[in-house]
């Protein structure tokens, strides 16, 4: 006997026995085997959890067995800086999924080898159907990944459930909605290149940054990407005012060359051509030259 309780009680169905080693509490045991105070209360009737003894015997309630975990969960041994919110953005699920998970257990005090259970937990690769996994780099935010693959920020948020935007990890596991091509009904595909900008395409193709933003719906003008697929829309027909001709930029064209060209002023010429900057002008542009 040990202070009026048998040390070496029999546990009954449902636990299993432990002994008390230098600095046990309930509390810590609790979460030490994925279980409350209350349950090991209760299966330790007379047992004075403030006067627990070392190599006195308890019965622990519930404690599973090694590697079991609910159906649709499976098995993770907390590390060093691990916490649910961590740990939901690392398996992609929730910190409300992980808690419904682990009754009982403290996310506030988690112990380095600890065993909990993960819900949800996707297998390394896998990704809804219309996405592709992507690993965070350096740098990486879901804006600037929606510009790269031509998607947008809710998107990428809707095919990664419980991700936080603020919170990216490189090395985590995020899924990529593919946008596919943009529709592009009588323009044309182009393929950004380095040093591209809106307004040396809209200048180029002789159309407007804004038509081409309404044609990209989500791009973000500052941050093109090498490689990304925009769709330059058709010029709109007719787009040179009355009392004006269609000219198309040849090597070596100027303002003030094809003002003497056609016997006007450059004033003339920039009046009909608002937008265009006359100091970057492209092979193949179409401009307005005024009549003489």
């Known amino acids: 006997m040990y202070g009026g309780y048998d040390i070496y009680q029999t546990c009954p169905s449902g636990t299993q026995p432990y002994i008390i080693r230098a600095g046990d509490t309930y509390y810590s045991l609790a979460i030490r085997f994925n279980t409350t105070v209350a349950a090991i209360m209760a299966a330790n009737p007379g047992v004075d959890p403030n ?156 159309v407007t940054v804004a038509a081409i933003i309404q044609a990209n719906p989500g791009i973000d003008p500052m941050s093109l990407r090498v490689g990304q697929i925009i769709c330059i829309p058709a010029p709109a027909q007719g787009s040179c005012p009355s009392g004006t001709s269609e000219y198309t930029i040849q090597a070596g064209d100027t303002f003030f060359s094809i003002a003497r060209r056609f016997n006007i002023s450059v004033d003339s010429l920039m009046q009909a051509n608002p937008g265009v900057d006359p100091d970057a002008l492209q092979i193949g542009q179409k401009i307005c030259v005024p009549m003489a």
């Open 51 to 206: 006067r627990l003894m070392i190599g006195q015997q308890i019965c622990i309630p519930g404690a599973p067995m090694p590697g079991e975990c609910p159906a649709g969960t499976q098995p993770y041994i907390i590390r060093a800086g691990d916490t649910f919110y961590s740990l939901a953005i690392r398996f992609n699920t929730t910190v409300a999924a992980i808690m419904a998970a682990n009754p009982g257990v403290d996310p506030n005090r988690l112990m380095i080898g600890q065993r909990i259970c993960i819900p949800g937990a996707p297998i390394p690769g896998q990704c809804p159907a219309g996405t592709d996994p992507y690993v965070i780099k350096a740098g990486d935010t879901i804006f600037s990944l929606a510009a790269r693959f031509n998607t947008t920020v809710e998107a990428i948020l809707a095919a990664n459930p419980g991700i936080d935007p603020n919170r990216l990890m490189i090395g985590q596991q995020i899924c990529i909605p593919r946008p596919g091509v943009p529709p592009c009904p009588g323009g044309q595909y182009y393929t950004i290149r380095s040093g591209d900008t809106l307004y040396a395409l809209a200048n180029r193709f002789n």
